[in-house]
């Protein structure tokens, strides 16, 4: 199965469990791809002992999952993309959607 992940939120918990889900489904051999969007683009200055999403955003990327970000979004932050919050366009996130069996928000 192909499973969306968008993430628009910067509450640590909220993402470090999105980004547990993306790797319990890649777990389950489906194709996985995350995009973060809004407050989303801010999951790695957000991460914390208790729920570190940048560990959780590490095995996405190794296990094979995709992670994509709106550049909007970064760049409205003062960010740069990077490679595990690349910037990428909604044109991605609407790809995203349209391949996608199921698509879940956080």
Known sequence: M???????SNDAET???????ANF?????DDVKV???????E????????FN????AEKVLQSGGKILACGTCIKSRDQEGTEMCP???MKDMYEIIKESDKVVTF
Not at 15 to 21: E, I, M, V
Not at 35 to 41: D, N, P, Q, S, Y
């Open 25 to 29: 489904a890649l777990g389950q051999k």
């Open 2 to 8: 192909k499973i969306g992940v968008i993430i628009s």
């Open 43 to 50: 999951y790695q200055s957000i991460s914390t002992d208790k």
């Open 87 to 89: 910037i990428n366009t």
């Open 35 to 41: 995009f973060l969007a809004g407050k989303g683009v």
């Open 15 to 21: 993402s470090w469990n999105a980004l547990r889900y």
């Open 53 to 56: 999403t940048v560990e959780q």
